[in-house]
């Protein structure tokens, strides 16, 4: 068998082809039986379909330095360095399983980040300009069906039945802004797709279904899709344009960047389209990104951990925050989370892959001509369009897994040399075998290492989803189990989750709310030991000595939330009561003094004052 080699077609397509329905299924899987019933499934999808993709591209993979052309060796390369330094990384933090696993109901841990990776490679080594069109089908079509889950929504039948106090079109990706930011990029191939098309009913149809995505982008209330769409749909109608006549093309440009001063201004509240573009939750941004620089001065090199801003949010908040007391466990920024917590190992080697990708992709688009220029111009506006979204953005598994898989397409797609593959080398035939016979021989090998890959991480991952389906089960028998029966259960997912930090924090609070005070104190113990500086590893027993009549207990916990949380007036109350329960007056009197200092005059610090004269 020869390791490094050129794919044969059926191959390549076959790669193309996981990739996309590795994108698909990211993006639509669901499974309401776990405690988390969005993300976990999804990084179980993303990670079962990158395994596979890696064992069936690895044979082109290692063979590029020999058949690939340059654009795609350095954007194998450039991903290859940017795995390391996420490797790297996530060896620096300090909770390993929050590394790898991502933070609780995110999972944007070095796990899906490395399988996301391996997507871009796959893409690289296997598309080109004739099989995007592949990409844009799958795209849209998850994008409609999307769209006709986020009707059923909008009419009050979601047949999932979310339990929501805020807006419905949450789709298959957990929250509106997620949707809104798909569909706005989903909404530019669906675009590109209604040009592309030489039927007019396929015509017809790709527009019906762009009308009936930008409708639930607008009923999801949030405008990060729209300025996603935008962005694409600009760049795909300038290129239109040119193609049909250059000059009008050209004058249509200058009229597009006039316009795109005042949309630009408005997302930063100015301008006179500030009232209908701008949304507040800007301003909660700011400080999310501001906590995140302060984050990046401390720890320059490798960040905080990757995943964990949520741990570090509340010592590096601003002390007055637009909703004070607001927590927040990721920056909304993919580059800001990026920067604060992988430090500039991680941030420099993703800045310098994106750069390359854009650059490439934007020199091919100007150099090719035809239908070629438009598929490659419509890869490129939504790599454009996504990049503008990842400014405000969570790295949601369902909407980045896109954005990886357009990376490596646009690369790929960026060739000026159509690689040779493994049908097509002028080879001597090997003197016991036939060619065909070979081809065949390589091909089971590939088939059988993704198998293998697949089943391995399969092995890996079950015991994520069992835990988490555990849990939810163990909160929903509270009523149908005897209180002996409920209890063992529960310390048996104690015993379970011994390394899982983020599991033990929900069995704690099980453990409390059914009574257990002294169960509760050795979970807690052990979430301690799994992470020193976990918040609710020291909430959770303050509130247990609190609720059992030991306020000294609670002392030291309150003292470390105070560093772990120093803006945290009610925290500061709550210790001042303690201090006074064993009257150590300048004890309260130093915690009321803090109280006044932040914040002079606040209701807190009234309260403070009432404590101390009580």
């Keep these: 068998m020869k390791l490094a080699r050129a794919l044969s077609d059926v191959?390549?397509?076959?790669?193309?082809?996981?990739?996309?329905?590795?994108?698909?299924?990211?993006?639509?899987?669901?499974?309401?039986?776990?405690?988390?019933?969005?993300?976990?499934?999804?990084?179980?999808?993303?990670?079962?379909?990158?395994?596979?993709?890696?064992?069936?591209?690895?044979?082109?993979?290692?063979?590029?330095?020999?058949?690939?052309?340059?654009?795609?060796?350095g954007g194998l390369i450039l991903i290859g360095i940017f795995t390391i330094a996420l490797l790297v990384s996530t060896l620096m933090t300090d909770v390993k399983y929050t590394a790898i696993f991502g933070e609780y109901h995110r999972n944007n841990g070095a796990l899906a980040y490395l399988a996301m990776a391996t997507m871009f490679a796959g893409s690289v080594a296997t598309f080109s300009v004739q099989s995007s069109i592949r990409y844009f089908k799958f795209f849209a079509i998850t994008g409609l069906l999307l769209a006709g889950y986020g009707f059923l929504q909008a009419a009050g039948k979601d047949p999932v039945g979310w339990k929501l106090d805020y807006n419905p079109i949450i789709t298959t990706l957990g929250n509106p802004n997620f949707t809104s930011a798909f569909l706005g990029l989903a909404g530019v191939a669906i675009l590109l797709l209604t040009f592309v098309a030489k039927d007019r009913k396929i015509q017809i149809f790709y527009a019906i279904g762009l009308l009936a995505d930008l409708y639930i982008l607008r009923k999801s209330g949030s405008i990060q899709g729209l300025f996603g769409f935008l962005i694409g749909a600009t760049i795909i109608v300038l290129i239109k344009l040119w193609l049909v006549n250059k000059k009008v093309g050209q004058i249509s440009l200058i009229l597009a960047a006039i316009g795109a001063t005042p949309v630009a201004l408005a997302v930063f509240n100015v301008g006179p389209l500030a009232s209908k573009l701008y949304q507040g939750t800007l301003r909660n941004r700011l400080d999310y990104w501001n906590a995140a620089i302060s984050m990046f001065k401390d720890h320059p090199i490798f960040g905080v951990g990757i995943d964990r801003f949520g741990e570090y949010y509340r010592q590096y908040a601003v002390q007055n925050q637009v909703v004070q007391g607001q927590i927040t466990d990721n920056a909304h920024s993919v580059y800001m989370q990026l920067l604060s917590t992988g430090g500039l190992t991680l941030f420099i080697t993703y800045l310098a892959l994106i750069a390359y990708v854009t650059l490439i992709g934007s020199k091919a688009m100007l150099k090719a001509n035809g239908n070629d220029k438009l598929l490659i111009g419509g890869v490129l506006a939504i790599w454009l369009g996504t990049l503008a979204v990842n400014i405000v953005a969570i790295d949601n598994l369902g909407v980045a897994v896109w954005f990886w898989i357009t990376g490596g397409v646009l690369v790929s797609v960026s060739t000026t040399k159509v690689p040779q593959t493994a049908e097509s080398e002028k080879t001597k035939k090997p003197k016991s075998r036939s060619r065909s016979a070979t081809n065949a021989s390589e091909f089971q090998y590939s088939n059988l290492l993704a198998g293998a890959l697949g089943l391995s991480f399969l092995v890996v991952l079950l015991p994520n989803l069992?835990?988490?389906?555990?849990?939810?089960?163990?909160?929903?028998?509270?009523?149908?189990?005897?209180?002996?029966?409920?209890?063992?259960?529960?310390?048996?997912?104690?015993?379970?989750?011994?390394?899982?930090?983020?599991?033990?924090?929900?069995?704690?609070?099980?453990?409390?709310?059914?009574?257990?005070?002294?169960?509760?104190?050795?979970?807690?113990s052990r979430i301690r030991e799994l992470d020193p500086r976990s918040f609710y590893g020291q909430y959770l027993p303050a509130l247990a000595y609190e609720a059992s009549g030991k306020p000294?207990?609670?002392?030291?916990?309150?003292?470390?939330?105070?560093?772990?949380?120093?803006?945290?007036?009610?925290?500061?109350?709550?210790?001042?009561?303690?201090?006074?329960?064993?009257?150590?007056?300048?004890?309260?009197?130093?915690?009321?003094?803090?109280?006044k200092e932040n914040y002079p005059g606040s209701p807190a610090d009234l309260e403070a004052s009432t404590l101390l004269a009580g």
Aim: aromatic share 6%; glycine share 4%; no cysteine.
């Design 11 to 73: 191959e390549a397509k076959k790669v193309q082809t996981s990739v996309l329905l590795g994108g698909v299924f990211t993006t639509l899987a669901i499974w309401t039986k776990l405690e988390d019933p969005v993300n976990l499934p999804k990084m179980f999808v993303l990670v079962l379909s990158a395994a596979v993709v890696f064992g069936l591209s690895l044979p082109a993979i290692l063979g590029a330095r020999k058949s690939a052309t340059d654009n795609k060796k």
């Design 552 to 595: 000294g207990e609670a002392i030291s916990y309150r003292e470390k939330l105070v560093v772990l949380d120093p803006w945290n007036t009610s925290n500061m109350l709550q210790l001042i009561k303690n201090y006074m329960a064993l009257n150590e007056r300048a004890k309260a009197s130093a915690i009321a003094n803090k109280i």
């Design 466 to 524: 069992s835990a988490s389906e555990a849990v939810k089960d163990l909160r929903a028998n509270s009523k149908n189990l005897s209180a002996n029966a409920y209890i063992a259960d529960l310390n048996k997912q104690v015993l379970d989750n011994q390394n899982n930090a983020q599991n033990l924090v929900l069995l704690a609070d099980v453990a409390l709310s059914q009574g257990e005070i002294d169960l509760s104190y050795k979970i807690s």
